[in-house]
């Protein structure tokens, strides 16, 4: 059987930054263990996976090379991408319905994508004592401030310097799992352009670190706009690939916008 397939770089200008995800349409679902095994052939952090049901309406599922996931922004973006600019041009907007619900993606302005997806209220987390200190030295900087939880663990830090010269290590993985959790949003305010900056964290979901998380900043963007006192923010992913981000708090929504990148058109035969 062959299949097409694209691989893009979302909130990228260019190929070679942002975050790159593979996007597989399919005529129908294929079994769970032939769409993970593709994931996992391609070797990046998500592939997508959708089927059309009816004119820019789609289901939409997400999958690491280790495991599907309940949400993805940023294979969501590069789905859309492939949709609005390859596959239905004349759309100007595209509706996905997943595991998190349904969620819009529509053409802007300057060639940027809106996304809209649900937000992600955290709470403060006690963490377990002496957590601090492990979870800064598994990433060679210095303890965090403060902790918040929600679907992934949100750690602090008072310098944006402390995320930008992270260094991931294998003692984060049973990090994480002291807290519970599978994914860390490392986070600190930063200055001009930017209003925050972020590094994303998931050892276990077999991604030591994500490029550009668009699900993370479904939790940043509400929680540094509460913090900052500001509705629509700049924020910065510091990850080597490096992503921008426009983030607007909507309330129980967030709208993320980026561009995409084409990097490749193809054929897969499984």
Sequence with gaps: ?????????????RPFAGNPAAVVPLAEWLADETMQAIAAENNLSET??????????????????A?????????????????????AP?????RFSTRSGVLTVAK???????????????????????????LGASLCVSPPAEFHSGRYLMAVWRSARDIREMKFGPDLAPSLREAGKWGLAATAQ????????SRFFAPDMGVNED???????????????????KKTLRAYQASARGGELLCTDEGGRVALSGPCALYLRGVIEV
């Excluded at 490029?211 to 006192?229: D, E, Y």
């Design 1 to 13: 059987m062959k299949l097409n397939i694209w691989h893009v770089d979302a909130f990228a200008h």
């Design 48 to 65: 997508a996976f959708f089927v059309a049901r009816a004119s820019g309406r789609y289901d939409l599922r997400w999958f690491t090379p």
């Design 67 to 87: 495991a599907e996931v309940e949400l993805c922004g940023h294979a969501t973006l590069a789905s859309a991408f492939v949709v609005l600019t390859e596959l």
């Design 90 to 94: 004349q759309l100007g907007e595209v």
């Design 108 to 134: 802007g302005a300057e060639g940027l994508l809106c996304m809209s997806l649900p937000a992600d209220e955290v709470v403060p987390f006690a963490p377990p004592d002496g957590f601090a200190g492990r």
């Design 190 to 197: 930063d200055e001009a352009p930017y209003d925050f900056v």
């Design 211 to 229: 490029p550009v998380t668009g699900s993370a900043h479904c939790a940043l963007a509400p929680f540094w706009a509460k913090r900052l006192g």
